[in-house]
Structures are given as structure tokens and as C-alpha cells.
């Protein structure tokens, strides 16, 4: 996300973003976010290397798959996208059939130089860094499926790199829980809320914050967080007994891809459902949605904090790490709102909540506003109503 669009000649951030966000996508933001788009665009590269994808061009995704005897399970969905992200740099072709070509030698380049520019701009954005550096440690073996994605990003001695990365002092993830943070203290009852995949916390700390800032936090009248992971259930709900000790929080294990009455969650007994990167995993999003919508109270809101694929097929650049995970890449597909695993565009969240019932969709920022001139604008807060 240059701060002068590609083709254009100013900056369109007062123009495309509400005022309340410009001081949230400052230019040092930006800078990080570029400098983050560029380090996985050379780690790809390396990734492409070590697995000798150029050796098999040309090729379809089967073929270099089938050739480099990888498993097609685990590696297809990762392998397109490699194959995609740096079709779209530069660095590759695309021929008819989704034939990709190698017109010319991959340039060296070194992802650890662009991490050192990272450092001296702003050293808080390093855990990020760290995360895509792992997760491309362990492309070879997972994509070869000696390995699941689960186990290699997930290992215990990886927990304290997640604790950085999910984290409101790394500003390239805390933007994921500020924007869903403000749409949710905007307006509406925030009597009861129900927190989902809250992961360590940081996404309730923000909520919490933000309603603190605006003066409605003695409106909580009971915070459930839950998570699937014990262990981060443990750490998220330390977090938030500390970050707010006199909302009224209760914390357990919760499963979005079974029904929520099952699991101790009543029907209409719901005010807000909040989510951070949670939502668009769920195994059957239909179906998941549907639930969330019987869940919520009359005039209840679900809003979410997602990553955004701008436009149908674009190969973002956040997918690294989490395309190595089976839940993320293969869901149940649906032809209208879930073609692929991953993330959704702006109008495919908007059909899935509406085909689950949901009325008043709003993204902020507007993406489809936004992309015209960023396409590398990746996140926002996704809200819908119960009516």
C-alpha cells in the first residue's frame, strides 16, 4: 500500500478512508506494511528456489506439483499461490491453461536485508517478520506432507513468537483488532458479548479499550471469551482479567464449526458477537453464519475483523504463513461467496451474510472505495445486524 497510489500522483488516504482512520494508516504504517509486502515477495522467491519450482517450468500447478513429487493435498492450494504472487511481481509468466512460465533466471534477493530496514524504521513490527520467516522454514517438509501445517506452525516452542505476533504492540496485526474494536463500540447494545476465537486476548483488550474510551464499558454486563485452544484460552483470559477486572468475564472452550447451542451458547441470548481473523475458517461458512445469526438477540450485531482479498484471485500477500494450515485453505466451497479457501472479497462477505440473514452490512474502511487505489489494502472490520 504505497502512500501515492501505483499510477497516481498524490496521496488518496484522506479521500478514500474516514478521518477517524488516517491517524491508524499513518505513513509509518504504510512504510511497514510495504516493507512487509516486499520481504514475503523475496521470501517467496526463496521458498519457489528451495523447492526447484523453476527446474519443472513450464508447467500447470498439477504438473509442478506431480513432477517435484510434493503432496497434492497439502500442496496445491500454496503452490498456486507461489506460483500466482509472483506471476503478478514480475518475476513469472502465466500462459494460456494456467500454464506458468520462467522467461527468465529468478534474481537473488535477500528477504534479511529488507528485515533490517524494518528494524531501523520501526522495530515493533519485527514480530510479524518472524512468523513469515518460520512458516517458510517449514514450506518443504509440509508441502512434501511430512508434516501438517497445524503441527509445524503451532509447535510449543512457537508459542511465545504467536504471543508477539498477536499482539496490539505489533502494529501490523493491531490494526486487525482496532477496526473491529471501533465498529463494535460505535453503536449498539454491548450488554452481552460473546467473544469468538479470541485467541491471547488482543482483540478483547482493544474492544474493552475502546469502550472504555467512549465511556459505555459499565454498560458490559457479562464478556464471554472462548477459544478452541486451551492453551491460548488460558493466556487470552488472563489477559483480559487484567485489562478490564471489573467487567464480568466468564471463559471457555467454544468449537464455531459445531452447533453453538451445543456448547452452552443460548439461541437470541446474544448481543454482540465479536471476531478477529476467526470467522472466515470456519469449516462450513454457511452454516457457521447461520448460527451466529440465531445466536445473536433481536438488533444483535456480529462484527469481525478480517483480512480482505480486494479482488477475487489476487494473491495476497498475508496468505504465507496461514496457507500452510488445512482449515484455511480447504472449507467447504460454496459457487456464489466461498469459490475457494481463504480469504473472501468484500462482496462475497457481504452475499454470505446476507444469504445467512443478516441485514446492514458495512465494511470499515470500504474496501470496494479503497482498492481502486490500494490494492494491496488488506484488512476492516466486517459488521452485520440482526434485524
Given amino acids: 500500500m504505497p502512500i501515492i497510489p501505483p499510477g497516481g500522483t498524490r496521496d488518496m488516504r484522506p479521500e478514500v478512508l474516514p478521518p477517524s482512520l488516517l491517524t491508524h494508516f499513518n505513513d509509518d504504517f504504510v512504510r511497514s506494511c510495504d516493507l512487509l509486502e516486499e520481504y514475503v515477495e523475496r521470501t ?22 506431480d513432477r517435484l513429487r510434493l503432496d497434492a493435498g497439502a500442496a496445491r492450494v500454496p503452490v498456486l499461490w507461489l506460483l500466482s504472487l509472483l506471476a503478478d511481481r514480475g518475476h513469472l509468466e ?20 529488507i528485515r533490517r530496514r524494518q528494524e531501523e524504521h520501526d522495530p515493533s513490527a519485527l514480530p510479524s517478520y518472524d512468523i513469515a520467516a518460520f512458516a517458510a522454514e517449514s514450506y518443504p517438509t509440509c508441502l512434501r506432507g511430512e508434516v501438517s501445517g497445524e503441527r509445524a506452525l ?20 493491531a490494526i486487525n483488532n482496532r477496526l473491529p474494536a471501533m465498529a463494535a463500540a460505535d453503536g449498539g447494545s454491548v450488554r452481552s458479548i460473546l467473544e469468538l476465537g479470541g485467541g491471547l486476548g488482543s482483540g478483547g483488550e482493544a474492544l474493552l479499550g475502546e469502550l472504555r474510551t467512549r465511556g459505555r464499558l459499565d454498560e458490559v454486563e457479562q464478556y464471554r471469551f472462548t477459544d478452541i485452544s486451551p492453551v491460548f484460552l488460558r493466556r487470552g483470559q488472563r489477559a483480559l482479567a487484567a485489562a478490564a477486572p471489573d467487567v464480568p468475564l466468564v ?10 447451542e451445543e ?9 454482540l458477537l465479536f471476531a478477529v481473523n476467526t470467522v472466515h475458517v470456519a469449516r462450513d461458512l454457511g452454516a457457521t453464519l447461520g448460527d451466529l445469526f440465531a445466536t445473536l438477540a433481536p438488533g444483535g ?6 483480512g480482505i482479498r480486494p479482488f477475487a484471485g489476487q494473491a495476497i500477500y498475508s496468505e504465507l504463513v496461514f496457507l500452510l494450515l488445512e482449515s484455511f485453505r480447504n472449507p467447504v466451497l460454496h459457487p456464489d461467496y466461498r469459490p475457494a479457501g481463504s480469504f473472501l472479497t468484500p462482496e462475497q462477505w457481504t452475499l454470505a451474510l446476507e444469504s445467512a440473514g443478516f441485514v446492514d ?5 470500504d474496501i470496494t ?7 494491496s489494502f488488506l484488512v476492516a472490520s466486517v459488521s452485520a445486524r440482526k434485524a
Avoid at 502465466?94 to 536485508?113: I, K, S, V, Y
Avoid at 450485531?301 to 478480517?306: A, F, P, Q, T
Wanted: net charge negative; glycine share 8%; hydrophobic share 40%.
Fill in 154 to 173: 503451532f509447535a510449543p516452542q512457537r508459542l511465545a513468537h504467536w504471543s508477539r505476533y498477536f499482539n496490539n504492540a505489533n502494529p501490523l496485526y
Fill in 263 to 271: 456448547q452452552g451458547v443460548e439461541p437470541a441470548s446474544v448481543d
Fill in 369 to 375: 472505495r479503497v482498492r481502486e487505489h490500494y490494492p
Fill in 94 to 113: 502465466r500462459a494460456e491453461g494456467d500454464t506458468f512460465l520462467c522467461p527468465r533466471p529468478l534474481p537473488p534477493q535477500d528477504p534479511d536485508e
Fill in 44 to 65: 517467496a522467491l526463496g521458498i519457489l528456489v528451495d523447492l526447484g519450482v523453476e527446474s519443472v517450468l513450464p508447467a500447470t500447478v498439477d504438473g509442478v506439483v
Fill in 301 to 306: 450485531r456480529l462484527v469481525m475483523g478480517e
Fill in 251 to 260: 471463559a471457555g472452550r467454544l468449537d464455531i464449526d459445531k452447533p453453538l
Fill in 361 to 365: 452490512v458495512e465494511l470499515l474502511p
